[in-house]
């Protein structure tokens, strides 16, 4: 397996609350990404970076930002949780040949 | 609009018999198609193609990529338990550089049957 870990890995919140979740690879590979699974909709990216402080949206980043500090760290915050945003979260990881890894996801639960 | 469809949404087999899962996709700047496994947890990745014609094995589970009808199908052979998941086939764009942003299908769920 690829070495991604994702903290928390189960999370119920309420409405209005912020929430950060990470990902940690061992892997220093440059690309990291997040992507929200959802019934119906398959899975979606939100945001990506390509480098530490390097970070772009995707198609699902309203309501999501990111950050990378280090390169082995990648943050996903929901700044003010709705219930909309209930899904699962996956982190992922590529390297130049481009060849993606994912983490073993978040679910998250917004009530 | 980039897009990416598979068929059949869902799939009941009998163990050792064959399928064929279906990919086909709509993208501007293509680089390469993708196919994971999802069982109760994260993808796991099959295969990666990025040439039509080439196929690429991995025990009973392979797969083959047609750039021009932009389409790539997974077959699995002799099908046991074990294959049941979600398969899901995923497009990367060439959007410069070696971002590998993945456009998704929605899956084709295979349940194999004892």
């Known amino acids: 397996d690829a070495g991604i870990t994702q903290s928390p890995r189960h999370k119920v919140t309420e409405t209005g609350t912020p929430v950060t979740l990470r990902c940690h690879q061992t892997?220093?590979?440059?690309?990291m990404y997040w992507y929200r699974q959802d019934p119906g909709h398959g899975l979606r990216l939100i945001h990506y970076s390509y480098g530490v402080k390097d970070t772009d949206k995707g198609e699902v980043s309203d309501g999501y930002s990111v950050s990378r500090s280090k390169t082995e760290d990648f943050l996903l915050t929901l700044e003010s949780a709705t219930s909309s945003q209930t899904s699962v979260y996956f982190c992922?990881?590529?390297?130049?040949?481009?060849?993606?890894?994912f983490g073993p996801g978040t679910r998250l639960t917004v009530l | 609009e980039d897009k990416v469809v598979q068929s059949p949404l869902s799939l009941v087999v009998h163990e050792g018999d064959t399928v064929t899962l279906n990919c086909s996709y709509e993208?501007?700047?293509?680089?390469?198609l993708l196919w994971y496994k999802q069982e109760k947890k994260a993808p796991t990745f099959l295969f990666m193609l990025t040439s039509s014609g080439i196929e690429k094995k991995s025990g009973r589970l392979s797969s083959i990529l047609d750039k021009k009808e932009l389409f790539s199908i997974l077959n699995i052979t002799a099908t046991q338990t074990g294959d049941s998941a979600v398969y899901l086939c995923a497009v990367n764009m060439n959007s410069g550089g070696s971002n590998y942003k993945l456009t998704f299908g929605k899956g084709t769920l295979l349940t194999v049957n004892p």
């Open positions: 993208v501007t700047n293509f680089r390469s």
């Open positions: 892997e220093n590979h440059r690309y």
């Open positions: 992922a990881i590529s390297e130049s040949k481009g060849f993606v890894f």
